[in-house]
T-cell receptor, first 113, second 115 residues
Framework: DVKVTQSSRYLVKRTGEKVFLECVQD?????MFWYRQDPGLGLRLIYF???????EKGDIPEGYSVSREKKERFSLILESASTNQTSMYLC????????????FGPGTRLTVL | AQKITQTQPGMFVQEKEAVTLDCTYD???????LFWYKQPSSGEMIFLIY??????QNATEGRYSLNFQKARKSANLVISASQLGDSAMYFC????????????FGTGTSLTVIP
């Protein structure tokens, strides 16, 4: 069964902390994505990666960085967490062709105090 | 530029009735795919249905069908015989062949099924 896993369902951090969100997929997908979801704003793309060590900025990359050292793993890093980064973070993966859907992880609800 | 618009923030439907969730899109890509996802209160995103821009027939998956009107750039989701478990957020998304790595999502519609 296809699977995308995220390291935590709930996370509470303090302002200024460095935060790592991990995502692992077992489907050998080339593409991986990090989204942020806030009420009324839908899903906003932070970063995506189309290959190992390759990354592209999405719509809201400020305050975030990513790492993809292995094909199956895509990490989102909040260099210095701020309260406005409190949100639901969703990881997804997909094959390359445009008719392929994304598969999502269960999400990480991050609270920054 | 790619854009997805869902104009219904919230919808109510009586159990066993059909409901249509609206989605319009804008793209310069000649070839693209349209997707609908369901997000229950538990938070996971569940893929429901896919429509390709060159598909001649509207896609169907069980109680879900996609009313695809290419000239009007609309891809509405129709849920027939609504069930209480259909209460969720629904997101429309698009992926272009020329921007194949990126998906574009609408802001979602919250559907509540009333017993």
């Amino acid at each position: 069964d296809v699977k995308v896993t995220q390291s935590s369902r709930y996370l509470v951090k303090r302002t200024g902390e460095k935060v790592f969100l991990e995502c692992v997929q077992d489907m050998d997908h080339e593409n991986m994505f990090w989204y942020r979801q806030d009420p009324g704003l839908g899903l906003r793309l932070i970063y995506f990666s189309y290959d190992v060590k390759m990354k592209e900025k999405g719509d809201i990359p400020e305050g975030y960085s990513v790492s993809r050292e292995k094909k199956e793993r895509f990490s989102l890093i909040l260099e210095s967490a701020s309260t406005n980064q409190t949100s639901m973070y969703l990881c997804a993966s997909s094959l390359v062709a445009s008719y392929n859907e994304q598969f999502f992880g269960p999400g990480t609800r991050l609270t920054v105090l | 530029a790619q854009k997805i618009t869902q104009t219904q923030p919230g919808m109510f439907v009586q159990e066993k009735e059909a409901v249509t969730l609206d989605c319009t899109y804008d793209t310069s890509d000649p070839s693209y795919g349209l997707f609908w996802y369901k997000q229950p209160s538990s938070g996971e995103m569940i893929f429901l249905i896919y429509q390709g821009s060159y598909d001649q027939q509207n896609a169907t998956e069980g109680r879900y069908s996609l009313n695809f009107q290419k000239a009007r750039k609309s891809a509405n989701l129709v849920i027939s015989a609504s069930q209480l478990g259909d209460s969720a957020m629904y997101f429309c998304a698009m992926r272009g062949a020329n921007t194949g790595n990126q998906f574009y999502f609408g802001t979602g519609t919250s559907l509540t099924v009333i017993p």
